[in-house]
């Protein structure tokens, strides 16, 4: 089975390495860097910074622990390097793992030109490639609106931050999901003013309330302001400093302004129209085997237009190769979105899956919440951190877990004990009956199952 693969981010990888194993001669086409956007612009360097922003506010909050005080500087270019690294080691494995399942790297641009040919332009030239199976994982890049000109120096995407030229004396952020308020917290923790711009009334306008309510009271108390209910519509820039317009008249001037308005699939120049697969706004439109309209031709990642995650992204790309070789047809081995666990990098870190109460309360759906905070936590004490909460929403007839919301430390690290009971269909019960260690931020889990 000839396997090729256009886009080796997190979908694309983890579909070549699959299919690899399970037998299929793999060849994947990365115009950049194998690890994707993920590891280059996304998930890797904004977790990177922010991890560097929490060891700064760790240090500053020494006194809380028993400490005479000590203060941290940043240092720009020691955290370039550092991001330098880290994602040096991860396309490193990454790069290891493709090879030791054999799988052939083609450095490249490739697009379709017909149901079963693929064209890579590479530095030598071009190269054609036929294939019985074909992967499109070439995921996404940031939204640019016409009424904004990047510059990467006082204009920037996302892309332009890790970190920027200069620290901004005051950051304008532009956008409330989940992207714009990390690098909210990020920058703020850095030192910088903040102004966010929320086009809505909540930050955060897809999540639980309450979750959101808690995070816009740490902004509050951090100095961050927040221009609610207000859309931008024009930047001016002057050799000191922007001023982002708002369509309400009101008017946020900062040193520098990071948009962060949400991406646009990469499919622009892929063929799609070559091979004959159906898309809408620039999405492939997928089945749920992620198969799209031609049966052998793939799409997983943000190309899919499902869930933006990284983490989707590598499911997607597993359940492929599996599906193109044979194994897992059965309809329960379907991905079920719904089930994805996710996080807010932000302070305090949020992490949800499943049904939320807000969403559960809309569809007049009965459902049983509980709700435990972490103040109750000997864990939480310890650590000088008692924000935040635990939140699991189960069926009252049945006991069934259904979702659940963390506010708090290492809330995207414990997220994964609800979202494990919502896979595997445990009860309330089951986490209330699991013995766990003490002191322990999960023990707030087992309290809010009881
Ligand atoms: C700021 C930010 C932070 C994020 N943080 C997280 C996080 O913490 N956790 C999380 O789960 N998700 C996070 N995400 C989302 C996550 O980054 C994406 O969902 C994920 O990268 C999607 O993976 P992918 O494989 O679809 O595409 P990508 O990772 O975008 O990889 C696609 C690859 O395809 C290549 N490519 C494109 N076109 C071609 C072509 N024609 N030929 C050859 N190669 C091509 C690109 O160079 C790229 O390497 C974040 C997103 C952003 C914007």
């Given amino acids: 089975m000839r396997f090729v693969v256009i886009g080796g981010g997190p979908a694309g990888n983890q579909a070549a390495t699959t299919a690899a194993r399970l037998g299929a001669e793999v060849t994947i086409i990365e115009r950049d860097v194998i690890g994707g956007a993920a590891h280059l612009w996304d998930c890797i360097p904004s977790k990177a910074m922010i991890a560097t922003g929490g060891a700064m506010g760790d240090l500053n909050k020494a006194e809380g622990m028993g400490l005479r005080r000590v203060s941290a500087e940043i240092d720009l270019d020691a955290l370039k390097e550092r991001i330098t690294a880290i994602q040096t080691r991860l396309e490193g494995s990454v790069c290891g793992l493709l090879g030791s399942q054999g799988v052939r790297l083609v450095k490249g641009t490739g697009?379709?030109?017909g149901p079963h040919e693929i064209q890579v332009d590479t530095a030598e030239g071009s190269e054609l490639l036929e294939a019985d199976v074909i992967v499109l994982s070439t995921g996404s890049r940031p939204r640019i609106p016409d009424w904004a000109h990047v510059d990467g120096q006082r204009v920037l995407t996302t892309r332009d931050a890790y970190p920027p030229p200069e620290l901004p004396s005051h950051l304008v952020v532009i956008g409330s999901g989940v992207t714009g308020v990390e690098f909210v917290h990020m920058f703020r923790s850095f030192g910088s003013d903040v102004t966010l711009i929320v086009s809505r009334q909540q930050v955060l306008p897809q999540k639980d309330p309450e979750v959101a309510a808690a995070l816009e009271d740490n902004f509050l108390s951090r100095g961050v302001r927040l221009f609610k209910g207000a859309r931008a519509e024009a930047i001016d820039v002057a050799p000191d400093g922007v001023v982002v317009r708002c369509d309400d008249g009101r008017q946020a001037k900062g040193s520098h302004v990071l948009l962060a308005i949400g991406s646009i699939p990469n499919s622009d120049n892929l063929g799609l129209e070559a091979a004959g697969v159906e898309s809408e706004s620039g999405y492939v439109?997928?089945?749920?085997?992620?198969?799209?309209?031609?049966?052998?031709?793939?799409a997983a990642g943000d190309l899919s237009g499902?869930?933006?995650?990284?983490?989707?992204?590598?499911?997607?790309?597993?359940k492929i190769g599996e599906h193109a070789m044979g194994m897992h047809q059965a309809p329960h081995r379907h991905l079920d979105y719904e089930k994805a666990a996710s996080a807010i990098f932000t302070e305090p870190e949020i992490a949800d899956v499943g049904l939320a109460e807000a969403d559960a309360f809309a569809e007049?759906?009965?459902?049983?919440?509980?709700?435990?905070?972490?103040?109750?936590?000997a864990k939480a004490l310890i650590n000088d951190d008692p924000r935040g909460f635990v939140k699991i929403v189960s069926d009252p007839a049945t006991g069934v877990v259904l979702g659940g919301?963390?506010?708090?430390?290492?809330?995207?690290?414990?997220?994964s004990v609800i979202a494990l009971a919502c896979t595997a269909g445990l009860r309330v019960g089951d986490l209330e009956e699991c013995l766990l260690v003490h002191p322990a931020l999960a023990e707030a889990l087992a309290e809010a199952a009881e």
């Fill in 285 to 298: 439109i997928v089945d749920h085997n992620c198969r799209s309209s031609v049966p052998h031709i793939y």
């Fill in 405 to 415: 919301s963390i506010v708090g430390r290492h809330a995207a690290e414990l997220i």
């Fill in 111 to 113: 697009r379709l030109v």
């Fill in 364 to 377: 007049g759906r009965k459902i049983r919440v509980t709700k435990v905070p972490f103040s109750a936590s």
């Fill in 306 to 318: 499902k869930l933006p995650l990284s983490s989707v992204a590598s499911m997607q790309g597993r």
